[in-house]
């Protein structure tokens, strides 16, 4: 399928058929999707409703593109601008490979993920340009042998594991790779995140981020399994996502928080074979030294400035 032009979605999301889709692909074996149009999402009504940022119970706007049960198929050369949700929502699809793609919102449009990817395997993302209001990329539980390469993520919330352990009988995450990106002005960098107080135990492993230039991120090497994206979060019991065999290498550039490598890990399950290697970053602010923070991990380290590894090493959860 080839498209070409512009197409517009309605910019009330009530008009839509199914309240959580606006176009949609399901159940097709070698689609090819290229052309280069946009799908405009006209996502801006639905941004200042939308309020799943302090309202556990929402219902979430649709996305702009969902892709459901997809195999050996193509989505490339297409433009995603201004959905109301979610940009691309990859679910239960396999062995495909999104390249060439420009996904555009701005800064302040809430949960507007790049592309979101959940139970699926042998997914590739590549030479893709990706700024928008929440993770460039995020990874959700039942994901395996995903690749990331060749992608500019800013502005955004960075490239991301997770959000894991929020919802009852999750499963495993195994084989991520994210290579040769280049992160710009975003609040977070690379990144793990899980929730505490999980409802069912589950692992995170064989995550491995290299390569990636860093320019005036928040955050720029982060495991948070303190995990709370609303307003006010109650303290919980420890996370029961297990997080092992994680590797961070040749990660160079400039953070625009003094702290700049952050590793929290869970008490209940402290992280397991971490990786530290040939990290290079400044801090040119005037809010204190650069520093880094590890709570309930030991990662190896090779190649890292004492700054920067592990400064503050600590068994209790960090705020």
Not at 37 to 56: P, R, V
Not at 114 to 126: C, L, Q
Not at 170 to 199: A, H, M, Q, Y
Request: net charge neutral; with cysteine; hydrophobic share 30%.
């Amino acid at each position: 399928m080839q498209v070409q032009g512009t197409l517009q979605a309605p910019a009330d999301a009530g008009q839509l058929t199914r309240p959580d889709t606006w176009v949609g692909f399901q159940y097709i074996d070698m689609l090819t999707l290229s052309g280069g149009g946009t799908f405009d999402g006209q996502g801006a009504l639905s941004w200042n409703q939308n309020d799943c940022h302090k309202n556990k119970n929402c219902k979430p706007p649709p996305v702009n593109l969902r892709f459901e049960f997809l195999t050996n198929s193509k989505v490339q050369d297409i433009t995603s601008l201004n959905s109301k949700f979610f940009h691309i929502h990859v679910f239960r699809c396999n062995h495909t490979t999104f390249q060439q793609l420009t996904i555009t919102a701005p800064d302040e449009s809430r949960n507007t993920d790049g592309i979101h990817i959940g139970a699926s395997t042998g997914i590739n993302i590549t030479h893709s340009k990706i700024g928008t209001g929440d993770d460039c990329i995020s990874i959700g539980d039942d994901s395996h042998e995903i690749t990331v390469t060749g992608v500019t993520c800013g502005p955004g919330h960075g490239i991301s594991i997770g959000s894991l352990g929020k919802y009852k009988e999750e499963k495993d995450v195994t084989g991520i790779i994210v290579k040769n990106c280049t992160l710009t002005n975003t609040e977070n960098g690379v990144r793990i995140k899980t929730f505490p107080d999980s409802p069912s135990p589950s692992s995170a492993s064989g995550i491995h981020y290299e390569d990636i230039i860093m320019v005036n991120v928040s955050n720029p090497i982060l495991i948070d399994q303190l995990y709370c994206p609303y307003t006010k979060c109650e303290q919980k019991p420890p996370s029961k996502v297990k997080i092992n065999n994680v590797s961070f290498k040749n990660i160079k550039g400039s953070s625009f928080t003094p702290l700049a490598v952050k590793l929290v890990c869970t008490t209940g399950k402290p992280c397991e074979n971490v990786e530290l290697t040939d990290i290079d970053l400044t801090y040119g602010g005037d809010k204190g030294p650069l520093t880094s923070v590890c709570s309930n991990v030991k990662p190896t380290i090779t190649g890292v400035t004492k700054a920067l590894g592990c400064a503050t090493s600590s068994l209790a959860p960090l705020p």
